[in-house]
Nanobody, 121 residues
Framework: EVQLVESGGGLVQAGGSLRLSCTAS????????MGWLRQAPGKEREGVSC????????YYADSAKGRFTISRDNAKSTLYLQMNSLKPEDTAMYYC??????????????WGQGTQVTVSS
């Protein structure tokens, strides 16, 4: 059974930082592009960041550039998202997804349950 389990969300003040993690099991993590998407209440889900299977290529939404850093540890089957300088508009449920097309954030054969990030002003 494939499982993606996100953690690290929470409540933080504007300007603060959070580090999200996504631990995978039941799949060949090191063969797959991985990414983070988010969905705020009343809004469509949007891609935040994506990383190629070998970690060589990374992609960021304009809203994340310069503030967020995606990384992965294939030995631990874990994906990370370091989020700095958080803003209230970053408030959303954050999901990790496996087997994404990093250019358009489509595909995503497997998804986690999400971790809530709330940024207070």
């Amino acid at each position: 059974e494939v499982q993606l389990v996100e953690s690290g969300g929470g409540l933080v003040q504007a300007g603060g930082s959070l580090r999200l993690s996504c631990t995978a099991s039941g799949l060949t993590f090191g063969d797959l592009n991985m990414g983070w998407l988010r969905q705020a209440p009343g809004k469509e889900r949007e891609g935040v960041s994506c990383i190629s299977w070998n970690g060589v290529s990374t992609y960021y939404a304009d809203s994340a550039k310069g503030r967020f850093t995606i990384s992965r540890d294939n030995a631990k089957s874990t994906l990370y998202l370091q989020m700095n300088s958080l803003k209230p508009e970053d408030t959303a449920m954050y999901y990790c997804a496996a087997a994404l097309n990093c250019r358009d954030y489509k595909g995503g054969a497997y998804w986690g349950q999400g971790t809530q990030v709330t940024v207070s002003s």
